[in-house]
């Protein structure tokens, strides 16, 4: 039989990426698929591009190929090495369907793994019916937005086969309901709404991955955030209750005596809603107010004279 290079088929090489096999099928099976495309022989070839895609999307089924070594060429003739069918290659499972694959792949791995359905074609042969790609996109929420909850509205373009054949992109609006405390990577996945089945498959789904954008006042780690919260050097010295914001709202925080710059407090469950919910850590600044008028200075240098303070004292002798 005739050795099948499928690195080839798909023209990509034999190190590519999953990525890269992928983006190269979904190519291919759109300009070859039999519903819509005018180029000769298209059948045939968009068959050797989904048995192609059967091998090499599968790491199990890649990784068997691939021990037959690249010395092989396309039109070779071909026979399983004597080892194969006694554990040295690929051994299928059971079930699956004849989708109508070559002799080459079927004295590597079964008539398995196909198409994923059969019935009337083009030519009363096994119908060209499989699930469609999943798709990614980014969804960018404010901080306030994941905390609260939202209803989003977004448009995606999409390849669709056209009146006279070919693919064509459309646009489509989708609405997804954002749930309160969604997370900084989350996935959030609508069913249905990626690309579309070819042969009458199911369509794949849409997964929308969270991002939050960078907020003026809160810093973000899971499910936690954290304030820096400017604060004046008596209230550090002397002690304060402060109004303190945080995503639900402010609060009163009671500020300690002797308080130190970068000294961190939480406020238990005032982060993103979650089971359970995060925690809001607010991080001292003292800040320093200028001498910029004439008494600001005269209080300064009255503290200087009063107030023995060194505050290189742990830097003395070391």
Do not use: C
Request: glycine share 14%.
């Amino acid at each position: 039989m005739e050795y099948h290079d499928y690195y080839k088929t798909l023209d990509v090489s034999r190190t590519a990426t999953a990525d890269e096999i992928k983006r190269a099928y979904r190519k291919l099976a759109r300009k070859f698929h039999p519903d819509v495309s005018k180029e000769k022989n298209a059948e045939a070839r968009f068959k050797e591009v989904a048995e192609a895609y059967e091998v090499l999307k599968d790491p199990e089924k890649r990784a068997a190929y691939d021990q037959l070594g690249s010395d092989y060429r396309g039109g070779q003739s071909f026979n399983p090495p004597p080892e194969w069918g006694r554990g040295g290659g690929f051994r299928p499972g059971p079930g699956g369907d004849d989708a109508g694959f070559s002799d080459f792949f079927s004295s590597l791995f079964g008539d398995h793994g196909g198409l994923g359905g059969t019935g009337p074609g083009p030519r009363g042969g096994a119908r060209f019916r499989g699930r469609g790609e999943d798709r990614r996109a980014r969804l960018d929420l404010s901080l306030e937005e994941a905390y609260s909850g939202v209803s989003r509205q977004f448009s995606l373009q999409h390849a669709e086969a056209g009146e006279r054949g070919g693919m064509a992109l459309k646009e489509r609006t989708l609405r997804v309901q954002v749930p309160a405390g969604v997370t900084a990577g989350q996935v959030i996945r609508l069913a249905g709404q990626g690309e579309a089945g070819m042969g009458g498959g199911p369509a794949g789904d849409l997964l929308l991955e969270v991002a939050l954008e960078p907020h003026r006042l809160y810093a973000v780690e899971g499910r936690d955030v954290t304030l820096a919260l400017p604060i004046a050097p008596w209230e550090a010295a002397l002690g304060a209750t402060v109004s303190t914001p945080t995503l639900g709202g402010p609060v009163e925080l009671r500020i300690p005596a002797g308080a130190r710059t970068d000294q961190k407090m939480r406020l238990r469950g005032r982060g993103l809603p979650g089971d359970p919910p995060g925690d809001q850590y607010v991080l001292f600044k003292i800040v320093t107010p200028p001498a910029a008028t004439p008494r600001a200075k005269e209080l300064y240098e009255q503290l200087r004279s009063e107030l023995p303070f060194d505050p290189r004292a742990d830097l003395a002798g070391g």
